[in-house]
């Protein structure tokens, strides 16, 4: 904590010095007088308080983790996956920092790492009794990157997109595998690795690796018992196949859906976007745009639809279109952790909107002032369901202009005939 402190005077006076230092001289004396005034700051008192403050974090921290038949570790392991629902789990990083600089060990992760484990026996069981091709797919994705840490196919694609009992089921596991860790004192002596590779982290000693890997693999089965009895969707046991087979005649025909730009600027692929999340393709295809340099931004609704999704921190609006297209618009990276301030909503949850009606506006200044990305990403979440997804070939657009061309085969049945399985 003290280290972030210190760089973020150094970042500021730096700003101040390269502002207000002559051309000649910026070179030579920026670096030394940013040395030097962070070095002074910390030294004459914040740094003593900070560390004051770090300490009392940490002492914090270890009594809540220390509460009676594992109080303490339920708290922590049930709270976990709510709040990386709502995007503040990066916080974490910095207490277990400060855990592993004054005391060696890192218990905090050890109660966080159960909200994986949980999400393994919540996915394996939808995929065991799902009925349909589709969620069998997206469960099974979603547990396949589950062992390696990502959690977010599991959470978005799984935990929430049918009803909130299987979150419900992993935020109460993981709870109940972090209460026995925290009574059997177990704890890492590192942080950054999730699941499968987890492991690693308690091999400097035999009880609590072996402590670990039993509680670890009882959250999946106890997670994944739980799910098969209180919390298997019902959309999920319909089976894709008709009950009776058809013959017929089969015509397709192919057309585009035009998805607009929700915003003016500069078009950027999405592989080049800051946030693995997004880059990688895992919430689905899709683009970003870098607004122009202006303070306030207007974003627009890129198509006609129903308002699915509008984050009460504004970062996020879901659209919905007649003819089934998900469409994300997120504005910026990580800009959860802002909360808001820079952003004004104009619409609500579940209303129906008309394409270039405005959603919203943000800061731009405010978000790069935080050292946050403000790109605006537009993203097909369902992707996966359309024969092909284009994008524009231009540099730069406007608002209302064409980006994404999602192609759909319409199938048509003639002489259509039943017989009896």
Partial sequence: ???????????????????????????????????????????????????WIELGMVNGVKALIGLPFGIGGFLVGAAYPLMVLIGIHQTMIMIETSLLANTGFNPLITLEAMYGFANL??????????KS??????????????????????LFGVLIRYNFRPLIVTALTSGIGAAFLSIFHVQANSYGLAVLPSYLMYIYNGHALLFYTIISILTVIVAFLA??????????????KNEKQMMATVKSDVSDQKVYAPVDGQVLALSKVSDPVFSSGMMGAGVGIQTPDVEEVNVYAPQDGQLSIVADTGHAYGLVTKSGIEILVHIGVDTVSLKGKP????????EQVKKGQLLGTFNKKMIQAAGLDPTVMTIITNSKDY???????????????????????????ENISETAQ
């Fill in 387 to 413: 024969e092909k997804v284009e994008f524009s070939d231009k540099q730069t657009v406007q608002s209302g202009e064409p980006i994404i061309a999602v192609q759909q085969e319409a199938v048509v049945l």
């Fill in 227 to 240: 799910t098969n009895a209180f919390a298997i969707p019902k959309e999920i046991l319909v089976s894709d």
């Fill in 343 to 350: 952003v004004t909503i104009k619409v609500t949850q579940g």
């Fill in 133 to 154: 091709n589709k969620t069998k797919a997206t469960s099974m994705g979603a547990f396949m990157s589950q062992l390696f840490g990502v959690s977010e196919p599991t």
């Fill in 1 to 51: 904590m003290t280290a972030l402190v210190a760089g973020f005077i150094g970042a500021k006076s730096e700003l101040f010095y390269r502002k207000h230092m002559p051309n000649v001289l910026e070179q030579i004396l920026t670096p030394f007088l940013t040395m030097l005034t962070t070095f002074i700051i910390m030294i004459l008192g914040v740094g003593p308080v900070v560390h």
């Fill in 121 to 130: 026996g919540v996915a394996l069981a939808i995929f065991l009794r799902a």
